[in-house]
Nanobody, 123 residues
Framework: EVQLVESGGGLVQAGGSLRLSCAASGFTFDDYVIGWFRQAPGKEREGVSCRSTSGLTIYYADSVKGRFTLSSDSAKNTVYLQVNSLKPEDTAVYYC????????????????WGQGTQVTVSS
């Protein structure tokens, strides 16, 4: 059974940092793409970052480039999202998800999703 479990969210002040984790199980970790998404109230789900198969390439949305860093530990089947210099507009539920083949395309192409972790940034 495929499972993705996010953790690490919380309440921080603007300018603060968090480290989000996505623990994966039930599939061969390096054979799949892992993406991070976020969804704020009343807004569409937005792609934030994506790890290609085997972690060969990492992609970032323009809105988070230079502030967010995706890393992974294949031995632990875990992907991390270090989020720095947080802004109130980063407030959202953050999700990880997996899919085959590539990072190209949107959320509908992802097969399995975690339950999400809430990030709230106060001004």
């Amino acid at each position: 059974e495929v499972q993705l479990v996010e953790s690490g969210g919380g309440l921080v002040q603007a300018g603060g940092s968090l480290r989000l984790s996505c623990a994966a199980s039930g599939f061969t970790f390096d054979d799949y793409v892992i993406g991070w998404f976020r969804q704020a109230p009343g807004k569409e789900r937005e792609g934030v970052s994506c790890r290609s198969t085997s972690g060969l390439t990492i992609y970032y949305a323009d809105s988070v480039k230079g502030r967010f860093t995706l890393s992974s530990d294949s031995a632990k089947n875990t992907v991390y999202l270090q989020v720095n210099s947080l802004k109130p507009e980063d407030t959202a539920v953050y999700y990880c998800a997996d899919r085959r083949y590539s990072c190209t395309g949107g959320a509908l192409l992802y097969a399995y999703w975690g339950q999400g972790t809430q990030v709230t940034v106060s001004s």
